[in-house]
T-cell receptor
Framework: KAGVTQTPRYLIKTRGQQVTLSCSPI?????VSWYQQTPGQGLQFLFE???????NKGNFPGRFSGRQFSNSRSEMNVSTLELGDSALYLC??????????????FGPGTRLTVL | AQSVTQLGSHVSVSEGALVLLRCNYS??????LFWYVQYPNQGLQLLLK??????LVKGINGFEAEFKKSETSFHLTKPSAHMSDAAEYFC?????????????FGTGTRLTIIP
């Protein structure tokens, strides 16, 4: 099975712009979670989608949003970019079956740099 | 709220020596606990997980961890370090209830292997 894929891998934007990141989960996985990783704050949970519905949300401002499509692919959007949004954004998918419950498989991440 | 604390942001061991990375958790309910490894410019890879089945958990690459409720610990060990083990390691906790896939991560421990 192919792993979790994220596009693009690297992105450079300027303050005030908006950005959309994409995540394709492992085939058959219906849960997709997003995390932000920075040197200062570490790994922080952004949100989780299941069957096109946001099921859990972390403590991030409304500039961070996401969605999930019927094929389980997910996108996250950050509007009005700030310098502090520079980070590695990681996507993880989960199959939610009895044997792999809560086992999340991570993609390689998208490195966002805001100038 | 659940949390994990990783003691030691940097650990150095000689090749062939024992690896011990410490993780303590805080949870009011039986947690699911995980260890992930991250190599430079890559996403997170699951090393092992504790889901209340057995207290001694064996993972990939020769790593294992023991869940000790009395000490609220889930330390990661490997009997003999290899150069390829150099990476950053994250301990994580999850509520373990269906519908809540959020992982809460520790701050990470960077492992350096001395030749």
């Amino acid at each position: 099975k192919a792993g979790v894929t994220q596009t693009p891998r690297y992105l450079i934007k300027t303050r005030g712009q908006q950005v959309t990141l994409s995540c394709s989960p492992i085939s058959g996985h219906r849960s997709v979670s997003w995390y932000q990783q920075t040197p200062g704050q570490g790994l922080q949970f952004l949100f989780e989608y299941f069957s096109e519905t946001q099921r859990n949300k972390g403590n991030f401002p409304g500039r961070f949003s996401g969605r999930q499509f019927s094929n389980s692919r997910s996108e996250m959007n950050v509007s009005t970019l700030e310098l502090g949004d520079s980070a590695l954004y990681l996507c993880a998918s989960s199959g939610l079956n009895k044997d792999s419950y809560n086992e999340q498989f991570f993609g390689p991440g998208t490195r966002l740099t805001v100038l | 709220a659940q949390s994990v604390t990783q003691l030691g942001s940097h650990v150095s061991v000689s090749e062939g020596a024992l690896v011990l990375l410490r993780c303590n958790y805080s949870s009011s309910v039986p947690p699911y606990l995980f260890w992930y490894v991250q190599y430079p410019n890559q996403g997170l890879q699951l090393l092992l997980k504790y889901t209340s089945a057995a207290t001694l958990v064996k993972g990939i690459n020769g790593f294992e961890a023991e869940f000790k409720k009395s000490e609220t610990s889930f330390h990661l060990t490997k009997p003999s370090a290899h150069m390829s083990d150099a990476a950053e390691y994250f301990c994580a906790v999850s509520p373990g209830n269906f519908g809540n896939e959020k992982l809460t991560f520790g701050t990470g421990t960077r492992l350096t292997i001395i030749p």
